[in-house]
Structure formats: structure tokens, C-alpha cells
């Protein structure tokens, strides 16, 4: 964990940021989490940025903030890699700073916002790395979009992810439908059908991803096979995500 870089805290130094992604069992899952860790710190040097877990990769918050505490730390964001406020910004994150508070009792950890739109208000930056996947997709351009999301029962949830969709609408001027991979319908090949039979010539999907994994690729091969002419890579260490992340956490850190 790159522990010769966590000794001590000098006073006025900026708070170490903690990145909590999902976890999958793809490893390009991992990687992608520690190329944003990476391209956070490039984007604020002397930031201190560690990447984290809820499951299948390790390390987990909870034993990041610990090894922060032990090196002397007493203030850390927690940023969730979340882009939707669903069960595990609300349940999952929380249980992991309580767990790790437990014997350090003296770190103090604020938790930014998700990614996703906060207080119903859709971030530039998110919609800048939106656009630029997709303009990596599809140089040729499209008449219609779809935005592709992980999926959840969460109803709030989805309706954040609906803002986006209509804020992408808004913004280059297209019709653009939400489908999800998971646990809610439209799936992503009816939602492109759907734009087909509705007269769209030439649609595309957004992938709502933070990371590469199961869900990209089933999202690749249906939109594929229902006619999509491209689908976007997951947004990774864009530039304008890593500019986001630290936007949530200027927001709640002190130095």
C-alpha cells in the first residue's frame, strides 16, 4: 500500500483520499480503479490517493483507513466509486469507516457524494467523460443514444440515472433512452430496438461504467447484435472523472 509514502502527516498537508470501488472478480475491474488513483494524483500533486474494495480485491476501506491511522493520519476522504446513491453508499460504505474507527479512534473520515448526480444535479465533468467515450466510439456520430447503466432495484437510484440520460439528451441533441444489465428492464438490446423501430438510423450506446467487466461485455455483445453502430468504454481514468473526484472531495475536506 505504498506504506513509505503514509508516514506521518505534516501539519497543513492535504488528507490522504481513500477510492472505494464495487470490486469484481475481472481483474481489469482492479486496474481501472488504480488507473483513476493514479490520474487523481496526477491531476493534484501532493495528493496522496489509495485505491480500495468493497469485495473481491484487496485491500478493503476499512484496512486502508487503519494503515492510514497507524502512519499517523488523523483526517482521510473517502471517496465511493459509485454512480448511483443505491445500498452500497448507503450500507456497505458506512460499515466500513465504522469498522475501521473501531480501533481508530482517532481518524477523522468524511465520505464525499457518488459520482453519479448529487442532490439531482448532473456534474459537467460526468457528462464531459460521457461524451468523450462515446466520441472515441463513434467518430462517424448517431441519431439516437442509449445509456447503458449497471442496473438496481433502487428507485431513487435509477431515477439519478434517468437525469443523465435527460441531461445527455439535452446536451448533444438526441433522443437518449436508459437500459440496465441488471435488476430492472429495459435491457440494452430492446432499448436499442426500441430507437430502431422509432426511426433512429444510427444508435449508440453510453456505457455507464466506471470500470471494464461482465456487464460492459454483455452490454457490447447485445447492443451488437440489436444493431447498435458502437458502444463506449467505460469511463475509467478519463480526465474529466478524475477532475470530478476531486470536486467531491474539495467539497467536504479540510487541510
Known sequence: MRAARLTGAAPGTLSPV?????????????EATRDLARA????????????????HTAPDPTAVLRTLAAAGHTRAVLVPLLLTAAYHRRVDIPAAVAAARETATELGVRVTDVLGPADGTVDARLLAGLRRRLAEATPDGFDAL???????????????????AAALAADLRVPCTVSYASAAPPTVDVAVARLRAAGARRVAVAAYFLAPGLFHDGVVQAAGEAGAVAVSAPLTDAPELAELVLRRVDAVRRP
Open 40 to 55: 487523481v494524483e496526477a491531476a493534484q500533486p501532493g495528493t496522496v490517493v489509495l485505491p480500495s474494495w468493497l469485495d
Open 18 to 30: 481513500v477510492l472505494v470501488a464495487h470490486g469484481s472478480r475481472d481483474p481489469r475491474a482492479a
Open 146 to 164: 442509449v445509456l447503458a447503466a449497471a442496473g438496481t432495484r433502487d428507485a431513487r437510484a435509477r431515477g439519478s440515472v434517468g437525469r443523465v
